[in-house]
């Protein structure tokens, strides 16, 4: 792998030590540490990094000023490094939507411990984010609610109207690195008749519900953290929380949710293997698979079983992937029927909705 240049963009000295220390050692080019973003820009105009480090909180200048200013000027990956708060996980969703690639979660206790650890996760960050396709990433600012979005969503049907009822196709969806704004492309498109979806993003706790609840604002759809017991129902979007996997039960003629708590599986948790497989045991041809952009191998072998069952599957496309890892694995473990683009997405599970309906 070629050498990396990271910038590091944090107000704790202690970070930005233990930070540049860590990537360091694994090989990776510090190639400057600011307690702010004024500070970083000035030292970024010299020597540009490959990869940014930023903090959410930043003092002189917000986090997210700055990464707007660094996505309009010149855009790079950037990973943000923020403390595991419900306040935090909402400024680091709207970081992830203004083009961050990636996130890393600090503990308020045993700080230093964890920055000492390389199993925590940063490395891996930074070098997915250094993969990173930019030119698939949006330049605007978040995006605002579709125009009617809030008066549709204030007359969301109750549980006797047609929405609520129980629907025999399941979409499931795996995404990790880069999937904020990937997933976002395709909720605002598709419409409240679509199947129930449920998705697994890599992300830890706090973080799902935070972006759950922004794409609710912005989709027609009802987009929610899973809870256990959730039903799929049309129209309805279910995140796996982060920390906890996921997956499919049949509930006589209906489809639900089982959130657990569980070891970590192919060092995730949520785990989008589990899922995939749970709906290949309980759905098979009813269902719909998709793996979309994200670095590793997680979702291959579930959409392979997905595949194996007779369910309709895809692979995102390496052209429209911030990373391809994921689709690039889902493909040579053989589960993928077609490789679509992200704008070919929305209109491809539309008409797999109706393909399934047909053949039932």
């Not at 997210?64 to 790079?76: D, G, H, S, W, Y």
């Not at 589990?274 to 719909?288: D, E, F, M």
Request: hydrophobic residues 45%; contains cysteine.
């Amino acid at each position: 792998m070629s050498e990396i240049k990271v910038m590091i963009v944090d107000d704790s000295a202690v970070v930005r030590k233990y930070l540049s220390d860590l990537l360091s050692k694994a090989g990776i080019t510090v190639v400057g540490a600011a307690a702010d973003p004024l500070f970083a820009m000035q030292r970024m105009k010299s020597n540009w990094p490959d990869v940014l480090v930023l903090d959410v909180e930043m003092p002189r200048m917000d986090g997210i000023t700055f990464l707007k200013q660094v996505m309009a000027e010149r855009p790079t990956p950037v990973v943000m490094c923020s403390t595991l708060t419900e306040k935090g996980g909402q400024t680091t969703m709207q970081a992830m939507a203004a083009g961050a690639v990636g996130f890393v979660t600090k503990p308020k206790i045993g700080l230093k411990d964890f920055l000492e650890d390389d199993s925590n996760g940063i490395v891996t960050a930074v070098r997915a984010a250094a993969k990173a396709n930019m030119s698939v990433l949006k330049r605007a600012q978040p995006g605002m609610p579709k125009p009617g979005a809030a008066r549709a969503m204030a007359v969301a049907p109750g549980p006797q109207d047609a929405m609520a009822e129980t629907t025999d196709r399941v979409i499931a969806v795996a995404i990790s690195t880069g999937g904020v704004q990937t997933i976002e492309a395709v909720l605002t498109r598709l419409p409240r008749t679509v199947p129930g979806m449920v998705i697994v993003q890599h992300m830890p706790p706090n973080f799902t519900a935070s972006l759950a609840a922004r794409l609710n604002g912005l989709c027609d759809l009802e987009v929610l953290e899973a809870k256990d017991g959730d039903r799929v129902i049309n129209g309805r979007v279910l995140f796996a929380p982060g920390g906890r996997h996921m997956r499919l039960k049949r509930s006589g003629a209906q489809y639900v949710v089982e959130v657990f708590d569980g070891p970590l599986v192919n060092h995730h948790r949520p785990n989008a293997d589990v899922l995939l497989k749970s709906v290949a045991q309980c759905a098979g041809r009813n269902a719909i698979g998709v793996v979309m952009t994200g670095m590793g191998d997680d979702g291959a072998r579930g959409l392979r079983e997905m595949f194996n069952a007779g369910a309709k599957t895809a692979a995102q496309d390496e052209a429209s992937c911030v990373v391809f890892g994921m689709p690039r694995e889902a493909i040579k473990h053989g589960g993928v029927q077609q490789v679509v683009s992200l704008d070919e997405l929305p209109s491809w599970l539309m008409a797999a909705a109706r393909s399934a309906v047909s053949s039932a």
